[in-house]
């Protein structure tokens, strides 16, 4: 393909999207035009020289200082959900509980004994990863269905594309991941990327008892002494169908699971009337990994879209990043007690 050269502004990208043959095509001049936007000051160096305080965060636009304070938190098991520059509510949350840990005074800034004790690590923030075979292979599923009835008969629910992969794979948004490398098609093995170097203890603490606050839309693990170790952003029940009540039991850990519908659930905007099964994937409507809890039809489990978590609805579950519900599951046996606070 011939190199683009022109400065891509909003208007030429319209204008290339309508005329443009091939759907690939306008994707990758609109993530272009995304990345591009994103990127300003977004380069190694200012990551990891940055140095959190209230004038280097915002809460609407990805910063050096938000993406290095996201990274920094996951480290440590204190989960900001999609790392994305950005210093919103769920890396807020984060914060709040890794100073709760720390028993350090509990803020939205971040104190001065809060990055001293972050800071300790001192690892670079980002790291150059090689893209392999497995990371290109595919399948991928060009378009993803918005309806679960939709879903039922395909093979695999795989991701849309190799940016879609190597983001989650990191922690990170698609337009990060595309911040980091302008101009990269991601899909090809060999290539050497920027990423966020998410790497945490290889042998971290088991948990004794899991946390699920319904109110604050979070979840929380404990050891067997009551200290905190663990903390991940959650979307928990609606209004519509609500998480339980009480304690539950971790009964059964199913990872790569196939999703099975239910009518009985009535679930808002599934119209079936007969029962139907959705094979497994990381855009599965429960991700890659179900936790099962003692209550018929509950668990802890990951979701298609990372962004959206403890930002939209669930079907009364616990939804987490597929990363997280991850975590949570390596952290977790059959028998450990899941106590939902109102």
């Known amino acids: 393909m011939e190199k683009w050269t022109r400065p891509v502004t909003p208007y030429l990208a319209k204008h290339l999207a309508k005329h443009l043959a091939k759907p690939v095509l306008i994707g990758l001049v609109l993530a272009c035009l995304t990345g591009a936007a994103l990127g300003a000051g977004m380069d190694v160096g200012a990551i990891n020289s940055a140095v959190p305080s209230k004038t280097t965060l915002s809460q609407d636009k990805p910063t050096p200082a938000g993406v290095r304070l996201q990274v920094l938190l996951d480290r440590a098991n204190f989960s900001p959900g999609?790392?994305?520059g950005r210093f919103g509510e769920n890396a807020k949350k984060a914060l709040r509980a890794y100073a709760e840990a720390g028993q350090l005074p509990s803020s939205d800034d971040v104190t001065d004994e809060v990055w001293k004790?972050?800071?300790?690590?001192?690892r670079p923030v980002t790291t150059n990863y090689t893209i392999?075979?497995?990371d290109v292979a595919g399948p991928f599923l060009h378009k993803l269905p918005t309806r679960m009835e939709d879903m039922k008969n395909i093979p695999k629910l795989a991701y849309t594309s190799p940016?879609?992969?190597?983001?989650?794979?990191?922690h990170m948004s698609e337009e990060l991941l595309a911040a980091l490398n302008p101009g990269h098609r991601f899909d090809h093995a060999g290539d050497s990327i920027v990423v966020v170097d998410t790497g945490t203890d290889p042998n971290p603490?088991?948990?004794d008892r899991v946390e699920v606050d319904k109110n604050r839309q979070t979840v929380k693990l404990f050891d067997k002494t009551g200290a905190l170790i663990g903390f991940y952003p959650a979307t928990v029940g609606s209004e519509e169908k609500p998480s339980p009540s009480g304690t539950l039991k971790v009964t059964e850990i199913d990872r790569n699971p196939t999703y099975r519908y239910n009518p009985a659930y009535h679930f808002k905007g599934v119209h079936s009337r007969k029962?139907?099964?959705i094979r497994p994937g990381p855009n599965n409507p429960v991700g890659t990994v179900w936790i099962n809890l003692s209550a018929d039809g509950y668990g802890i489990h990951g979701t298609p879209v990372p962004a959206k978590v403890s930002k939209a609805e669930s079907h009364g579950c616990v939804r987490l990043t597929n990363w997280d519900a991850e975590r949570v599951a390596e952290l977790v046996a059959k028998g450990t007690p899941v106590v939902f606070v109102d």
């Open 132 to 134: 392999a075979q497995d």
């Open 163 to 170: 940016r879609e992969g190597l983001a989650e794979k990191f």
């Open 275 to 277: 029962p139907f099964t």
């Open 205 to 207: 603490p088991k948990a």
């Open 82 to 84: 999609e790392i994305d």
């Open 117 to 122: 004790k972050l800071a300790t690590d001192g």
